[in-house]
């Protein structure tokens, strides 16, 4: 609930503006007032007429407005708010946060204000991927600036990736977070995430193909519900979610210790694709071939179970969550697991190579808990974790 909480509203110039008139009508219902600045980019997509109307407040447009400075001067008008919020952040905003530019009244106010700052980032898939964009992001991350979304999947421009501004209803969790209002906040959970590399020699390990793609689409939900979280990730390919504390390992041996020392916690959430064995005489230096055409015996040696020695361990957190990546027998398998591992509910999905799961944007799970198996339709994996981040969130409450 957002009773009595201020937020100023800065609506770029993109397609997705249009979602900035839910936002502002969930913002309402959850009792806060929204005081909404429109850029000149902005002004194509919204009217300032149906923004004002939403909003029950005068839409603030131009940097030099005689009668706004009267009436409240930009100066205040960045301050007086709880939090500042940019959506739809265009690479256009978010290049002018970066920079520190103020050419305009939004990007006027983002430079003045000494609230905290909200940006859901709107783009195409490409202008998000850019070198550029990224810079500008690490940057934006380096100055405070918090992130919801961008959620992946098919895009106004018709193409398919990172780059559609998260919705409305997840925004306004991430602003209830921000503020402290969120279902989990005071609450600490721990995700792990990504593969392990185990090494064969100095040069060479064994790995698998999780990108860790749901692990950091997780952390990131249960940050916007106000978590703490406590993110232990192997070598994964998609960086690590902003505003999360973020420890990185490479071995399952280094995960177990990392997420040892991060305990106690609310939940735990073992996304990570660990690997069962490691290789027992990894060599001190690189193998070289010898010549004679024998290929080297690599002798393998089980690693710790971390799910298993987290659920039965002195330090088990209330709620312990497992995944169960499987390639046949989904839900046999995954109540088996469940069982064996000890932990309270196993999220169980088909990787067979045709199902485009392992390494792709959409996720089909089954969740696996103590009442059986509740099958969800397919959905981006975004979804999956907002979905998940919900049903932990109801399961600690
Ligand atoms: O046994 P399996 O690897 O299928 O179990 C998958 C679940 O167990 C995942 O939640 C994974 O993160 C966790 N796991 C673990 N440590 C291992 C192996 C799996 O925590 N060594």
Known sequence: MLAGKRILLIIGGGIAAYKALELIRLFSKAGASVVPVLTRAGEQFVTPLSVSALAGARVHQELFDLTAEAEMGHIQLSRAADLVVVAPATADLLGKMATGRADDLASTLLMATDKRVLVAPAMNVRMWQHPAMRRNMALLAGDGVAVVGPDAGEMACGEFGPGRMAEPPAIVAAVEAMLGAGPLAGRHVLVTSGPTHEPIDPVRFIANRSSG?????????????????????????????????????????????????????????????VADWRVANAGAQKMKKDGSGRAPALEFAENPDILARVSQGANRPKLVIGFAAETEKVVEHATAKRARKGCDWIVANDVSPETGIMGGSENAVVLISAEGAEVWPRMGKDAVARQLAERIAGALA
Do not use: I, N, S, Y
Request: charged fraction near 15%; proline fraction near 8%.
């Open 213 to 273: 793609a749901q692990g950091t689409a997780l952390a990131a939900a249960l940050r916007d519900l106000g978590a703490r979280v406590t993110f232990v990730t192997g070598p994964a390919t998609v960086p690590p979610p902003v505003g999360v504390a973020v420890v990185r390992v490479e071995t399952a041996r280094e995960m177990l210790g990392a997420v040892e020392a991060a305990l106690p916690a609310d939940a735990a959430v073992m996304a990570a694709a």
